[in-house]
Every structure is written in C-alpha cells, then in structure tokens.
C-alpha cells in the first residue's frame, strides 16, 4: 500500500462527492470513502421537529375489538396492537434455572402485533404503517400494514384514529382471521403517557399481571359484564342440609342472608347443634362454589359480550369486589354491604370451602391462618441515587457485597422506581423476623410533579391458609400496587389509600400463590412540593438481608441483560470527517427514542452521549469531530422529542477554531511537558453528560488506519448503554 500519507496531508484533502450509491472497498489513508468536506465537522443543529398533538398515549376501539399504544418521536411512530379476546391462556412454564415465570409466550405471540409508521401527509394527519421485523431492535419491513389517519389533521385534537390494514402481506390465515374485523375500524384516546414494550417487558422477570395490565386492560363492556357474574351465578343446593346437589338454586346473597339467618337464631346460651354447625359449612361452601362459577363464565364467555381470558382475573376480582361493596342489606338495624357481610362469614371460622374465595376474590378464611406483620420503608428515588448514598443508608445492615450489588441492580431497572426494605416478623411456625432489601421499577400513570424524595412507611399484615413461609422462600419477585396519593405542599403530606405488595417468592417448598401484604393508608410523603400519583405499579424483587439467626447468603442476581439497538449490517450512520447524521442514524434515532419513550420522557432521567473517531487526522481535531459526534445525536433526540425529552438544551459549543485557540492559549501557559491534559470545554447540563472519547490509542509502529467502527456514538441511559450508533468495521467504509 506504501506509506501512509502524513495527517496533515489528510486535512487539506478537497470535498468530494459522497456516492452513496456505489460500491466501495474499505477506505485507507490513501483512499477514504464517503469523506464529506470540513462543512459538515460541526454538529445538528436544535430545531423543533416535534408536532404539537403526538399521537403518543394508549387508544382503544370503539367496537372494544383491541388497543393500540403508540409511542411517537418526530413524525415516527411505535405502535402496540393488542386484540381483545376471551377464553384459557395456556399456563405459563417454568425455567429449570430458575423460579422465574416465563412470559405468557402464547398470547404474546398470537395476539400483539407490531407496527412502525411515518406521517406522510401533515394536513390530514395521514400515516403510512409497516409490519416490523420479530428480530430486536425492531426494523421496518417491505411489507405495508395499511395506514393511519388522524381525524382533524395534525393540527386537531387527535381524540379519533381511523385504523386501516392491508392484511394482503399476511400469510399466516391465523393472523388473517383474527385482524379482520380490525380491517377498517376507529379508535378513542384513554390515556396520554407513554406506554412500554417488549423492550420493557418481555422479560422473564416481568410478571404476567404486569403485561396484562399495561398490554391487555379490560374494556368498559367487560367490566360491566365481570361486575354482573357473581349475582347472577347460581347454586343448587338441598334446602334443608345445604349440600351440593340435586335441590334448589340459591344465589349469592340469598345464600348469605341464611347463613347470618342461623347464626342469629342461636346465642351463647343456645349455641347450634352440630347438625347447624354442618349446615353453615356447607353454606360457606356454597358459596365458594358460586365464586368459582362465576370467574369460570369470565373466561367462557364470548368477547363480544364481555368475556375475558384468564389471566385477566384481576379485573373479575376489582369488579366482584366493587359490586359487593356497593351492594346494602338492612342487618341487624343497620346497613352492611355484601362485602362487610362476606369477610364477617369467612371471620366466623365456620369451616367448609373457601379456596375460590381466596384465589379469584383476594378473600381468606381466618380458620387456620398464618399472620405475618409486615413494616415497609420505601424511597421513591426517582433518578436520585446516583452515587448510591441513600441507598446505603436503606441498607445499612447489609454487608458491603450486598449493599454494591443492591446499587448495581438498580441502576438498571427499567424505570428505576423504588427502593426501599420490609422487616416481616410472625410468631407462626416458624416463627422469625427478618429483614429484606426491595427494589422495583415501573410506570407511573401520574406522576408526582415537585422536587425532593418521597418516602413512604408504614405496617401491614398478609394472611395465609394454614401456609407456612420460611424467610429464603419470601425472597424473590414481588408486585407493588399503590393508589391514590394525596398532595404536600411546603413538608409532610398523607400518603396512599392503599398499597398492596405481593411477594411470589422462590426456591423449593415454597407455597402455593403469593403472599399479599396490605399496607392500608402507607405513608407519609416527604418533599418540597408536589401532587402525587394516582396510581402506579412496580415489580421487582425482595433480597434476603438478614434474619434473627444471621446474615443471610449472597442473594442478588448479576447484572439484568441489556438491549442494544445494534446490527452487524447497520447503515454507515457517521461519514469520514462528519458529525452529522445520515438519514439512516436519524432513522435509527426516532426507533429508538419512540421504543424508549417511558425511559427517556421520566423525570430524572439521565443521559450520557460518547462520542468517537477513528484515526487519520489531527488528534484534538478528532476529540472536536467525537464530541460534535455526540452532541449532534443529542440535538436531534431533543427536536424529535421536544419536551418529552425533560431534559434542557446543551450549552452552546465552542467552534472548533475556538477550541483550537483555547488549546494554544493553554499550552502557552503550560511549563514544558506534553500536551496531555487539555479538556474541551464542558457543554453539559443538569442530566445530560457529552462525553469527547476521540481517536483510539495506537502501539508504537502502527499504521493509522480508518475504523468504521470507531465513527460512533453511545447513548447511555440512566448508566445502561442503550444504543450504540455504529457500523462494523468488517462491512468496510
């Protein structure tokens, strides 16, 4: 090849035509490709590429036939279509590895369907859609899905989207069946905020109640239909014993009302004969036979008159729940609702079935029962711990292992949401108090807005039918609902109505289900100013700290596994001597920031953008071309995303003129030595670090060479990489 033409030669080389289209060997000092002139050196400029109506927010149909939930980054869209449908889910399996439930693949796989799209048409506010790719990160496919318009434009208020497939692409007559009524259908807007995908929760760690909520939410036909199910099922009984039977049909509060019937013919000093005490277990039996029935109709029924599948029993139990309470009887003078009634029959500790009640309604029956109190210290740390300080104030009688560990997990929790500890002490067998580290993550419907840490403790107690819970077995995945929160302004406020923690546990012997832990009224809020969430849902884990016989073993999982929106045979992003962004980069830019929307729109948040450049050519010219490398990639989340993106604009660069003044300057007052140690000036500001990587170290000998890998840039989101825009230096250029 000869020798290598000196760098200095290399910056005096003229602009020459990129060609694109043709077909390249890899570039040399003596031949670099696809150099573009010493114009295109400075980075994007911030523009506003941002509509002002997106699209982003969760949809459903008006026919209640799916949802959509749509992510948008500039004129690019993200979409989630989940069919609405009725009937078993095949039950999920477990890993031989580990206790973990795998994702419910079945309904995953038949009934979300993934869409790209780009807006064509800015008056009319008209889509073009894409089937993407099964391969992550998602890419657009050849194949059209139809498209999207937006009634009103653009420029409208976006309530209706009218949906339009072209199914002609689809192959599989499944898929054929199941989204043709969805062919040409209309949508609604229920909620604004971002929603996340399977980049977010298509993960073993991610329970099924988790997908099912933000996934497949019931319609309001189906809760109406799940609200009616447990009053009209029926029974049939022998009217004089109770048992189950040829007889007569009794329905849920008739069943009920005869139970409190005979328990108020007796007093203690005429207390019920045996025969009685057998008539009111097989009552409480029929009962629960009557549960059981009615959350079987949730799942037989078609979808189009409210049927749900299986795994969306949750909303059969709010909706029982919700009907019991709101259903008066006159007992005893006063008025008590049908819930009140039912807890004070499974308090009576009156015996017969109540496994149903337990299972679809969260009820338990007292008889036999396992109490466990439960104290819960909670910092929502929203982005805050960044150095792990308050982190290790939570942990403190962790062991210095456990305790960086803890800080590791939880920098790379999806959302990074909460942290906090549970103290669970019983006196059942056996008996113990032990102490554990929570950490979770999730999406907040509402979010908090104000500054300053919010804290939430307070106690709660779980309940289990005669099982029994070793401290190891508490450890594991865990689910934390709250609801509710109130406001503070100035210091302390009240905090939620209610929380629930469900710990699913692991290791051998564990019981059956989960154990639920009712912290009622949690907390108090602390804070400079603020309105808290109305809802929110977390999962994560529970890690064993110590108990009242010793510290524990080291629990914590490695490191959770990142998503990287790279490919070998990506597109060149960033040319020889450019810092800004081909189409394809800015393509690849607007996927990702509509993928990781939920991330990235979070207050908190925090960024850091490396940028890098391979080696011909001056080494601080090249530090210069690394940090506009960055910065450009930055500018350009920021127009696409606009306030979404809750992060303020950089500070203005210097040009590189400036820079290499400011160099001079520096070593002109620098006493001998070598130029190391000259900085560019920082541009940073607050949750956004650019980093200047530059050029790669050479060994002594070694020929500069160019290295497509090296023109790049790294996103790093809240201390995880998240997408690396880069090109493999094998595939040249």
């Not at 059209?144 to 192959?171: I, K, Y």
């Not at 709101?326 to 009634?341: N, V």
């Not at 099982?467 to 190891?472: D, H």
């Amino acid at each position: 090849m000869g020798n290598p033409t000196p760098r200095g030669q290399h910056e005096q080389k003229p602009e020459q035509d990129e060609g694109f289209r043709g077909t390249y060997s890899p570039s040399s000092p003596l031949d670099p490709k696809r150099r573009v002139g010493n114009s295109e050196r400075a980075p994007t400029l911030r523009t506003n590429l941002d509509l002002e109506n997106p699209l982003t927010g969760q949809w459903r149909s008006h026919a209640g036939l799916y949802h959509l939930l749509i992510n948008q980054a500039g004129r690019h869209i993200e979409i989630l279509l989940a069919v609405v449908a009725a009937g078993l889910v095949p039950e999920s399996q477990r890993t031989k590895k580990s206790s973990m439930v795998i994702l419910d693949k079945v309904r995953t796989r038949t009934r979300v369907f993934r869409f790209g799209g780009d807006l064509v048409n800015d008056e009319t506010g008209e889509y073009d859609l894409y089937w993407e790719s099964d391969e992550w990160p998602r890419d657009k496919n050849d194949d059209p899905a139809g498209r999207l318009d937006v009634e009103g434009g653009t420029r409208g208020l976006g309530r209706t989207l009218l949906l339009d497939l072209d199914l002609r692409s689809t192959v599989d007559p499944a898929v054929r069946t199941l989204l043709e009524p969805l062919v040409q259908s209309s949508a609604v807007r229920i909620g604004m905020g971002p929603s996340m995908f399977e980049n977010y929760l298509n993960h073993p760690w991610v329970q099924e109640a988790v997908r099912t909520a933000h996934w497949f939410p019931t319609t309001p036909q189906q809760d109406h239909h799940l609200s009616t199910l447990l009053l009209r099922e029926k029974v049939t009984l022998d009217p004089d014993s109770y048992l189950y039977g040829p007889g007569v049909s009794f329905g849920y509060q008739e069943l009920l009302l005869d139970f409190f019937a005979l328990r108020e013919e007796h007093s203690l000093l005429s207390p019920l004969s045996r025969r009685e005490w057998q008539r009111l277990r097989n009552m409480v039996t029929g009962l629960d036979k009557i549960v059981l029935g009615a959350a079987q109709k949730s799942w037989d029924a078609k979808v189009e008159d409210g049927g749900i599948d299986n795994l969306q029993i949750e909303g059969f139990r709010l909706a029982s729940l919700g009907k019991l309470e709101s259903t008066k009887l006159r007992m005893g003078g006063h008025m008590a609702s049908l819930l009140r009634l039912t807890k004070d029959m499974l308090e009576a500790q009156a015996g017969g079935e109540t496994g149903n009640f337990s299972r679809y309604l969260g009820l338990e029956d007292s008889k036999d029962s396992k109490v466990y109190h439960g104290t819960l210290e909670v910092f929502d740390v929203a982005g805050a711990v960044d150095d792990g300080r308050e982190l290790r104030k939570i942990l403190k009688k962790a062991s210095k292992k456990v305790g960086k560990r803890a800080q590791k997990a939880l920098r790379h929790l999806p959302l990074g949401g909460i942290a906090g500890t549970l103290v669970v002490e019983t006196k059942a067998d056996p008996a113990f108090t032990a102490t554990y580290a929570l950490i979770a993550g999730g999406l907040k419907p509402s979010y908090s807005l104000g500054t300053g840490a919010n804290v939430s403790t307070g106690t709660g107690v779980a309940v289990t039918a005669g099982q029994s819970w070793n401290p190891e077995q508490l450890a594991g995945p865990v689910m934390l609902l709250e609801g509710s929160l109130a406001g503070y302004i100035g210091g302390d406020g009240k905090g939620a109505s209610g929380t629930l923690l469900s710990c699913e546990g692991s290791g051998v012997g564990r019981p059956i289900g989960a154990l639920e832990f009712n912290f009622s009224g949690l907390g108090t809020l602390v804070g400079a100013a603020g309105v808290g969430v109305s809802g929110s849902v977390f999962w994560g884990e529970l890690f064993l700290l110590s108990t009242d016989m010793g510290e524990a073993e080291d629990v914590l999982p490695q490191r959770l596994p990142e998503v990287r929106y790279t490919k070998k045979e990506a597109a060149l992003h960033f040319p020889i001597n450019g810092a800004q962004l081909r189409d394809e980069g800015k393509r690849l830019l607007e996927i990702f920031a509509a993928c990781e929307l939920p991330g990235l729109s979070r207050t908190g948040v925090e960024l850091r953008i490396d940028g890098f450049a391979d080696q011909p050519g001056d080494v601080l010219k090249n530090k210069i071309l690394a940090r506009n490398r960055a910065v450009s990639v930055f500018n350009y989340l920021k127009n696409i995303l606009g306030p979404m993106l809750v992060i303020g604009d950089l500070k203005e660069p210097l040009s590189e003129s400036e820079e290499l003044d400011r160099f001079e300057a520096w070593k002109g007052n620098k006493a001998g030595g070598d130029d190391e140690g000259f900085e560019l000036q920082s541009i940073d500001v607050s949750g956004v670090e650019i980093g200047a990587v530059g050029e790669p170290d050479r060994r002594d000998g070694e020929e500069e060479r160019y290295d497509a890998s090296q023109r790049r840039a790294d996103v790093v989101v809240n201390r995880e990489l998240r997408l690396r825009i880069f090109r493999w230096a094998s595939d040249g250029l």
